[in-house]
């Protein structure tokens, strides 16, 4: 007999942290945003507490969690959920092996999402905007960025306060803007991203702010997790130019 119980992530801490540690790749905060805000239920097969799965939304699965002693339930329990919950899709990185595989024996059609890099080690040539030319953004710098950034991202004055926005300028002119958000689900680690006034696109504005944003990461001893949106071809360029590479996906599996 197979129970689903409204939970959390903290009821189900010790098949949590099991998950993390079996990644075998971090991802950004883009998925994080999705999987804490999920709806959290523990799977009971026989009375016994197994596992877990997070429902974004009311219809799109973000995780399914199951150990090794357990998997042998995995299938027929996924397909159950699929029916009993009225999922639609899911938001599943490739690094999830087990979440991967059992969503992939139910699709109907496979949308790429999104791309997560991770550093190569490789060197780079210097950043073509100095250091200096880059520093955390202000209330004053808000009507600027709002009114060139558009909703690359939201809760602006929040994120001012917090410090999670930096901009880069030269002579007084608004280049780009960059974010460093606190990851909850990777340790240690921090999601990057960066954006690019039009006016100033092809002359290293978005590579200067990524690897400067690199740097601050790197002297609060953090890793950095950019990500971009899998059709964005420009940011994808502008961080493997960066020294980033990408082995893990973002999939979204329509079943």
Request: hydrophobic share 35%.
């Amino acid at each position: 007999m197979v129970k689903y119980i409204k939970s959390s992530l903290k009821e189900n801490s010790k098949f949590f942290e099991m998950y993390v540690d079996s990644l075998s790749s971090r991802y950004d905060d883009f998925l994080e945003e999705h999987i804490l805000a999920s709806d959290i239920f523990a799977i009971y097969v026989n009375d016994v507490h197994t596992g877990y799965f997070g429902v974004y939304n009311n219809e799109m699965l973000t995780q399914f969690v199951m150990p090794a002693t357990e998997v042998i339930h995995a299938q027929p329990v996924f397909s159950d959920i699929l029916k009993v919950h009225e999922v639609k899709n899911a938001f599943v990185p490739t690094c999830d092996e087990l979440f991967l595989s059992l969503c992939l024996d139910k699709n109907r059609k496979i949308n790429m999402q999104a791309y997560f890099f991770e550093e190569s080690g490789k060197p780079v040539r210097q950043a073509e905007f100095g250091r200096e030319l880059l520093s955390q953004a202000t209330l004053a710098d808000l009507p600027e960025i709002t009114s060139i950034t558009g909703d690359f991202v939201d809760r602006h004055e929040e994120r001012i306060q917090k410090g999670q926005l930096y901009v880069l300028r030269d002579n007084g002119e608004f280049l780009g803007m960059g974010i460093i958000v606190d990851n909850v689900i990777m340790r240690n680690c921090k999601g990057t991203g960066m954006f690019t006034n039009e006016k100033y696109r092809q002359k290293g504005v978005g590579r200067s702010i990524i690897l400067h944003l690199r740097d601050i990461c790197h002297t609060a001893g953090v890793t950095p997790i950019p990500g971009c949106w899998y059709y964005n071809h420009n940011s994808k360029r502008t961080l493997e130019s960066a020294g980033y590479i990408t082995r893990t996906r973002l999939l979204n599996i329509e079943f």
